[in-house]
Every structure is written in structure tokens, then in C-alpha cells.
């Protein structure tokens, strides 16, 4: 399995402007998170789905944060209008049900200018 | 409140040389402890978890330890490498829900020659 894939690797856009981070899970696991990292504050949960579900988002920091999981191979973490305080690398992480590891993707380094 | 801290929050040690990174924690109930390891540039990859009665695991060069009376946790790299650079993150998993993982932000540690 290539592991947890995610796209773009680095995007860089202005404040304002519409982003859209992509994920592929691993497949057969059935939890999915999205992630935020800064130096400042590490690894943040955002959100985090279930088959599919969206279980918990009370991590999403305000409504210009959305995330989708149309289906078991593909979610979404879209941002719109950006700002500058949202620069920070996205990571995504899927785990099985019965398993506690969960494997992360490469992340995206957002840069909003 | 449920906290996770590690130090230092950075290091610089001669290859070779053996380090231990600390990690405290108040998260209640406790479930399990993972240590990561996060290349620059790549997603965080799990080198140990340790659950309340285990008190040292080891992974190759890496050994952790646990003590659940005291929650704290470290990690004891030998003979380091070059290739040990990176970031450390230690992430405690209460036992409350599908998800509740606290995350430390990390030691940063950096082998040189």
C-alpha cells in the first residue's frame, strides 16, 4: 500500500483565495483526521470522520473551515476566503477500527500571503 | 486539563552520543503512549507505544519508558546517527473516546557530525 496520500505537497496562495486539500486513505481503515501543525502549537486535531461520518469537528477553528468524505477513498479540507494566520502544514491520518496506530500522509504546507 | 509537555524543545548532540527526551503528562484516564518520529518535511511515523503496565519498550536504538505513577515517559536514543535528526513528538491516548489523543509539540532534535 503507498500508505496515506495527500495533495498538494505545497501551496501557496493569497489571503482570500479558496484552498482545497486533498487526502486518500489508507485502504481499509475506516477513521480519518485531519491535522494542523505549527511550531507554536504542534499537532491540532480538526476534524475526524468514521465511515465516512464526520464524528467530532469541534477542532475546526471557524466556519471558513470545511471538510468533506464523499466516500471511503477520498476527503477533502477546504478553506475559503484564507488568511495569512492559516499558513501551517495539513496533515491527514487514517487508522483501522481495532488498531491504535494511525498512519500519517506527508502533509501540505500551506503558505497564505 | 489534560496536558502533554516535552523537553527539551530542542537538541543538538554530537553523532554518536546517547540523549534522552522527556515527556509529562496529566491525561486521565490513561490508555496508551506513543512516541513519533517526524522527518523534516514528512508525516509524524510511530516508533513506540506503551500502555499503563509496560515500563520500558525498546525499537532498535530507541527505548522508552513509562511511569504511570508519575506520568512521565522518555525516550533514550544510543549511539546516535545522523540520521536520528528530527522532530519527537510523545502523544498520550486517554481512554474516553474513539479519538482523544493529546499531543505534546515536540523535541527537535538535531545530530551533527
Known amino acids: 500500500d503507498a500508505g496515506v496520500i495527500q495533495s498538494p505537497r505545497h501551496e501557496v496562495t493569497e489571503m482570500g483565495q479558496e484552498v482545497t486539500l486533498r487526502c486518500k486513505p489508507i485502504?481499509?481503515?475506516?477513521?480519518l483526521f485531519w491535522y494542523r501543525q505549527t511550531m507554536m502549537r504542534g499537532l491540532e486535531l480538526l476534524i475526524y470522520f468514521n465511515n465516512n461520518v464526520p464524528i467530532d469537528d469541534s477542532g475546526m477553528p471557524e466556519d471558513r473551515f470545511s471538510a468533506k468524505m464523499p466516500n471511503a477513498s477520498f476527503s477533502t479540507l477546504k478553506i475559503q476566503p484564507s488568511e495569512p494566520r492559516d499558513s501551517a502544514v495539513y496533515f491527514c491520518?487514517?487508522?483501522?477500527?481495532?488498531?491504535?496506530?494511525?498512519?500519517f500522509g506527508q502533509g501540505t504546507r500551506l503558505t497564505v500571503v | 486539563k489534560n496536558q502533554v509537555e516535552q523537553s527539551p524543545q530542542s537538541l543538538i548532540i554530537l553523532e554518536g552520543k546517547n540523549c534522552t527526551l522527556q515527556c509529562n503528562y496529566t491525561v486521565s484516564p490513561f490508555s496508551n503512549l506513543r512516541w513519533y518520529k517526524q522527518d523534516t518535511g514528512r508525516g509524524p511515523v510511530s516508533l513506540t507505544i506503551m500502555t499503563f503496565s509496560e515500563n520500558t519498550k525498546s525499537n532498535g536504538r530507541y527505548t522508552a519508558t513509562l511511569d504511570a505513577d508519575t506520568k512521565q515517559s522518555s525516550l533514550h536514543i544510543t549511539a546516535s546517527q545522523l540520521s536520528d535528526s528530527a522532530s519527537y513528538i510523545c502523544v498520550v491516548r486517554d481512554q474516553t473516546g474513539a479519538n482523544n489523543l493529546f499531543f505534546g509539540t515536540g523535541t527537535r532534535l538535531t545530530v551533527i557530525p
Open positions: 491520518a487514517s487508522r483501522r477500527t481495532g488498531l491504535t496506530e494511525a498512519f
Open positions: 485502504s481499509g481503515h475506516d477513521y
